[in-house]
């Protein structure tokens, strides 16, 4: 009886040590499991974060790019108004030295005009004191 009793403790021990086997296999095999199922959520979520770090990246950049796009078309048009300004500045400018100079030949030919009419007006003055004298 003892020994029979040995046995079933003997079957139960070696029994009950292949369930543990068992069981820590399929303990090993669920925790294989569910670290791979881990991994691939960390590396769809490691994605993600990237795609979404690059979006924000290219978002950026394209703000920045618009920023100097704008900043430089600012640029373009102010230097565009100074050239404006400046021409305008440079033809008032000539404007006003050429009516300067065109007044000046004026007054010269008006002066050389009444010398001419001068001269003239004394050569007939002469003429006709010569002719009265002649009479």
Do not use: F, G, P, Y
Not at 5 to 26: F, P, Q, V, Y
Not at 60 to 89: D, G, I, P, V, Y
């Amino acid at each position: 009886h003892e020994r029979e009793h040995d046995r079933e403790i003997s079957e139960l021990i070696t029994k009950h040590e292949e369930e543990m086997e068992k069981l820590c296999a399929e303990l090993n095999k669920e925790q294989q499991h569910l670290l791979d199922e881990l991994r691939q959520q960390m590396a769809a979520t490691h994605k993600a974060e990237i795609e979404q770090a690059q979006l924000q990246s290219q978002t950026l950049h394209s703000l920045e790019l618009e920023a100097l796009r704008l900043s430089l078309n600012n640029m373009h048009t102010s230097q565009l108004e100074l050239t404006q300004s400046n021409l305008r500045k440079e033809k008032e400018t000539a404007l006003v030295e050429l009516r300067e100079m065109l007044n000046d030949k004026r007054a010269q030919e008006v002066a050389i005009l009444q010398s001419r009419h001068q001269l003239e007006w004394e050569k007939i003055k002469e003429q006709c004191l010569k002719e009265k004298d002649d009479l």
